[in-house]
């Protein structure tokens, strides 16, 4: 009895093995359910509302589910290290970086991506106060009885506020006698806002992104390099994830890196919040129905959690046409 030779089945087989291979491939670009919940940190600040709000519209028809807890930026940098949340979209260096390198140096936080260039955050003074005199830091002891000796900073904890603390307290500043006044953002603006309208003087952090620069009429001042940093504070903006989360979430990974924002961007979402009343949902949908343009290369190679068409799902979500 003559055997059949079996090589012919062979390529059937290998077309076989190849389809499985190319269905496990695409199963495996998507992440487990351990990536599902999206946890996320906001110190209170409109722009990392704005930005969180970004990246959440994209994260829903991608699979996703975001959650975002309010905390202050000193807690963040716990939970990251702890492994509490997912990811940090306001790490403003240097301003942080007493916070971030030493969970740098103990490898216990991935630094995922530059999501903003261009950000500044210093001392400022409405213009008129500015006009009358005062333009640099240093310009400020002489005129204390008329600012009450206080310097309106923001949330307790956060470290402009800290660098403020230490120039008030470095005797050679001249600040004797002078108090922080720590407030949320907007307790901060509204104190602006009161003393801008009747014309009173008032010193107070001030940064951009931010629609305070268009609200007021404000001057930022010079002379504060060695607490703020130099030129007006000039910052970068990081992306920040717990440790591990790129290479147990790469899909996520790929998303969080390749977002990024620009200072016409959120001016234009934070206004949209504070000065109509939206929420950051809200504000952030209508800003990428308006600049779809920004999705193609903020999802180029990203899928839905499943594996599916990434850009297809957020543009159908949003119903815009690329």
């Known amino acids: 009895m003559t ?3 079996t090589r012919r089945r062979r390529p059937v087989a290998l077309a076989f093995l190849l389809g499985a291979t190319l269905v496990t491939g695409t199963a495996a670009a998507a992440d487990p359910d351990s990536c599902k919940t999206v946890k996320m940190s906001d110190p209170g600040w409109t722009d990392i509302t704005s ?5 959440g519209t994209l994260l829903k028809p991608l699979g996703y589910n975001q959650v975002v807890d309010t905390l202050a930026v000193p807690i963040t940098y ?9 990811a940090f979209l306001g790490s403003w260096q240097p301003a942080q970086a007493k916070m971030l390198d030493p969970l740098k140096a103990a490898d216990k936080v991935e630094v995922v991506g530059h999501n903003l260039q261009g950000a500044k955050f210093t001392l400022a003074v409405p213009s008129y106060i500015a006009a009358a005199g005062v333009k640099s830091v240093d310009d400020l002891a002489a005129h204390a ?8 900073g923001i949330d307790p904890g956060a470290a402009a506020n800290q660098n403020i603390l230490k120039m008030i307290d470095d005797k050679a500043s001249g600040f ?3 108090d922080l006044v720590e ?10 806002d009161r003393a801008v309208r009747k014309k009173g003087w008032i010193v107070f952090l001030a940064w951009e992104p931010n629609p305070m620069n268009t609200k007021f009429d404000l001057t930022y001042l010079s002379g504060g390099e060695t607490y703020l ?10 992306t920040l994830a717990r440790k591990g989360l790129t290479s147990e979430c790469p899909n996520l990974g790929r998303l969080l890196r390749q977002v990024a924002f620009t200072i016409p961007m959120e001016n234009e979402i934070m206004g949209h919040i504070l000065g109509d009343g939206q929420s950051g949902d809200e504000a952030a949908a209508a800003w990428l129905k308006a600049h779809p343009e920004v999705l193609r290369p903020w999802l180029d190679g990203v899928t839905t959690r499943d594996g599916g068409d990434g850009l297809k799902a957020v543009a159908s979500a949003l119903k815009v046409s690329l």
């Open 3 to 5: 055997h059949r030779p």
């Open 51 to 55: 930005t969180n709000a970004l990246v």
């Open 78 to 86: 716990d939970a990251l290290k702890n492994g509490q949340i997912s």
């Open 145 to 152: 009885d008329k600012f009450g000796k206080k310097i309106y």
């Open 176 to 178: 004797d006698g002078w």
């Open 183 to 192: 407030s949320s953002e907007q307790g901060m603006l509204a104190q602006v």
């Open 229 to 238: 940093g130099p030129n007006y504070g000039s910052s970068d903006v990081y």
